[in-house]
């Protein structure tokens, strides 16, 4: 039986993923919005607009049809959170109630508050795969060492998962954490904001590093508060990825930080970037004062991305919070 696998969105994360799927899969087929992209995959074997460099397997497909994925036994989510409803709206009466969704995207939807996850579950059901961790598309793409969690309320989904992905140098871990495996790729954007406004302000070392931990600190208590388990936090998708965005200059949210710490507001529209920590915080802020949950560190992110209040003001006002 032929294995056909969809992945939606022909970005970094969803060629790179592609790429990897395709050692372990018969066909892909990468569903890219630009017409022009889609003729450039199927007629040169390069992604032109994100990978030049580097040749696509041959079992690579591109469409800019959704109606093409009907067949697949699995469909890889990997879009920004902006544009979930509409991609799942589309999907809907397409695919198979026995295809596996999974989801790589990392935000929630504002105002109401869903995970990715649960838009899913309002369109199919909640049987679907969530995949986070310390992942950089460009590293994956390349075949470079790299490390993942998975996670589902159905065991049987992430195994099937694991077994389309995984190969030797791209290892996944399952874990039986869906609401905290969905949040921790959430937080750590907004811990990388935080770090970065902190860097972009010269903030020196000692200081930084301690408003890591708090970051840190913040996230397990938001994390548990809301349903997850503790130990997510701790493992690839927890720990590791909010260490990595939160320190790395590949890290768009670090970027961001930095650029709001040295008070260079930019404009995304015109840039056509998307930070989805920017998108999350306003409902990561509602999700704390509807819990009643103390978070000095999401509070400090909202003050300067979205307050626009002076960084310096904003971090003397978490600094007498922390002790």
Known sequence: ?????????????????????????????LHARNPDLCHDINNTGYNTHYYP?????????????????????????????????????????????????????????YPSLNTMGDIISEYFNENYVALSGPNFAS????????????????????KKVKEVL??????????????????????????????????????????????????????????????GVYDTTHDYCGFGDLILTSTSTESRNHTLGILYGQRLIIDEAASGVVFEGKNSIMAVKDICTNKNIDSPIVDFVYDVIIEKMNPVKAFDILWEKIE
């Open 139 to 158: 590293e994956i793409m390349v075949k470079q060492p790299t490390l993942t969690n998975i996670a589902s309320r159905n065991p049987e989904n992430t």
């Open 166 to 227: 995984a190969t030797k140098q791209f290892k996944v871990k399952i874990i039986d954490d869906v609401r905290g495996i969905e949040l921790c790729g959430v937080l750590k954007n907004i811990s990388a904001i935080a770090n970065g406004i902190c860097e972009g302000m010269k903030i020196n070392e000692n200081a930084r590093y301690g408003i890591l931990t708090k970051s840190f600190d913040d996230t397990i208590h938001i994390i548990e508060a809301l349903g």
């Open 1 to 29: 039986m032929t294995l056909n696998v969809g992945v939606i969105g022909a970005g970094s994360m969803g060629t790179a993923l592609s790429q990897t799927i395709s050692e372990n899969a018969d066909r892909i087929l």
């Open 53 to 109: 460099n580097h040749k696509l397997h041959d079992n690579i497909e591109a469409t800019t049809d959704l109606k093409d994925l009907k067949d697949c036994s699995f469909i890889f989510l990997a879009i920004p959170s902006s544009a979930f409803r509409e991609t799942l709206k589309s999907l809907k009466g397409i695919i198979s109630k026995d295809t596996i969704l999974v989801t790589t995207a990392k935000g929630i939807e």
